[in-house]
């Protein structure tokens, strides 16, 4: 690969380039535009037809092939680095520090499964032994996680490597056994072709069986609704918006044998300032909030939209140094031409209501985004449900509240969230005994004095929420548990040995 990478625009299928009837143009924020072949629900068809007919070969696979297969993966993804970059930055307007972290994390991601699976504890294998002499006697049981099959996996808008072509819904699949049909993001299908190839060349250097694999670049919407819905896929990895997420959930319902939809749909990410810690330090706080809103345009799930502060002057302190923080912000390009109208359109609704104060406004054009602050206090926030939707981009509300009371019935009024984070000090410790229990309802994270921007890939990483955060909130799609997603536990009764699993003998 060279700096002067130009895409095919292809599709991969079960190991084999294929050109599309139609083609659709990127629209990069940088640079050349380039044309790429456009889905279609036959295309799909193949793909899916290629991953069930892959599975049972790949399924049957040892822990160590799947881990070398993992690990192949993240050494092409790191040998095409220059060039996914280079398309990545064109096509996302991310910078190049931004593209080169997320690369790493997603070569890290890989190789953390890798790891994973060769400890094998994720099989929760279990063994009852037969009891005969009792009354009744008991049977010989076993019990292992296996493969579910096919999983369809949705490239993500706002993480081009992280959360897409191989991200980590793509590798605790593979880990697990799982063949992949994936549907390539139409924000970054250049940076999806490269990935793929990097996924193809492991393929064939680890004589792995051609279907385990596939990308679909963006379509209509019917190519996700073809996906979502053919037979042979068991599962589906989303991350993405609440309303499309929603959609493709109900499809999957709808189906005549249901799946499971592992959606991540976003949240709003309530931060509440405890009243010592909003006085030693709510300056700090704002300011800190700030730098959390803006990273990455405020394109990230965690965004920490809201924070909720008590009326008075350490509010004020702290509302202040966030606006001073956000006006020397300059305005960022977004990742799409629709994410940046989808903000411009969160803007105009808090324009809009007589309920909210302005705190910072600013216009954003285009492309780009421009920092906006607002205030509103607790019982009008309760009372208007859209305050509590989610706005992509740097955009924040202050909540103001007048004490613990109104604090606490704050917090039992948010949805579900990803993330829910506390700031306090050693005299806050009895408030915040009282929001806890309400906060571990609502979000799948929970933190103490930091901002939930950044994401650690960690055996205890929860990402996933009770909804809408997403549509499982028994689930994660960060970290290694989200492997228990594409498993499910088989029970084996008096099977002889010889007929059992590799990793349930002996």
């Known amino acids: 690969m060279t700096q002067d990478f130009t895409p095919h625009g292809k599709h991969l299928i079960a190991g084999e380039w294929v050109a599309g009837a139609a083609s659709f143009r990127s629209e990069p924020a940088s640079g050349p535009a380039h044309e790429f072949a456009m889905g279609t629900p036959g295309l799909v068809d193949q793909a899916c037809e290629a991953a069930a007919a892959a599975f049972p070969a790949y399924a049957a696979t040892t822990r160590a092939e799947r881990a070398a297969f993992l690990n192949a993966i993240a050494d092409e993804i790191e040998a095409r680095a220059a060039a996914i970059t280079q398309i990545g930055t064109q096509e996302t307007g991310l910078p190049e520090a931004r593209l080169n972290g997320e690369r790493g994390r997603t070569t890290g991601q890989l190789r953390l499964f890798a790891q994973h699976i060769l400890k094998g504890d994720y099989l929760d294998r279990r063994h009852d032994k037969a009891l005969p002499e009792r009354t009744p006697p008991r049977p010989e049981l076993r019990m292992i996680q296996r493969p579910i099959g096919p999983v369809a996996v949705f490239g993500a808008s706002n993480f081009p490597l992280a959360f897409s072509t191989a991200g980590g819904d793509t590798a605790a699949a593979l880990a697990a056994g799982c063949p992949v049909v994936v549907k390539g993001h139409s924000a970054h299908p250049g940076t999806g072709e490269i990935v793929a190839e990097a996924v193809l060349a492991a393929i064939q250097s680890c004589n792995m069986p051609g279907g385990v694999f596939s990308l679909i670049q963006g379509g209509k919407r019917d190519v996700g609704t073809s996906l979502v819905q053919h037979p042979q896929i068991r599962a589906v990895g989303f991350t993405g918006s609440l309303g499309g997420g929603r959609a493709l959930f109900d499809l999957c319902a709808q189906r005549p044998e249901p799946i499971p939809f592992f959606g991540e749909l976003g949240s709003v990410n309530p931060m509440f300032l405890l009243p010592e810690a909003a006085a030693a ?121 007048s004490g613990a009371d109104e604090m606490e019935t704050l917090a039992k009024g948010f949805e579900g969230q990803l993330t829910a984070t506390i700031h306090m000090d050693d005299g806050d410790i009895d408030l915040a005994r009282r929001l806890l229990p309400v906060l571990e309802q609502k979000a799948g994270r929970v933190l103490a004095n930091g901002f939930p921007t950044g994401v650690e890939v960690a055996d205890s990483m929860v990402h996933g929420g009770p909804y809408p955060a997403s549509t499982n909130f028994g689930a994660t799609s960060v970290g290694t548990m989200s492997i228990r997603r594409f498993l499910r536990p088989v029970c084996f009764q008096n099977l002889p040995e010889a007929l059992l699993p590799e990793d349930l003998r002996g």
């Open 281 to 401: 330090r709510g300056a700090a706080i704002g300011a800190g909030w700030a730098g959390s809103l803006t990273m990455g345009a405020g394109q990230f799930c965690t965004n920490p939209g809201i924070a909720v502060v008590g009326a008075g002057p350490a509010g004020d302190a702290f509302v202040k140094a966030a606006a001073e923080a956000l006006e020397q912000v300059a305005p960022q390009v977004m990742l799409t031409d629709g994410i940046a109208r989808a903000y411009q359109d969160g803007k105009a609704r808090f324009d809009g209501r007589n309920t909210v104060q302005p705190v910072l406004v600013t216009a954003s054009e285009g492309r780009t985004a421009a920092p906006n602050l607002y205030e509103t206090d607790a019982a009008s926030y309760l009372q208007d449900h859209a305050l509590g939707e989610e706005v992509f981009g740097p955009l924040g509300l202050v909540v103001r509240v």
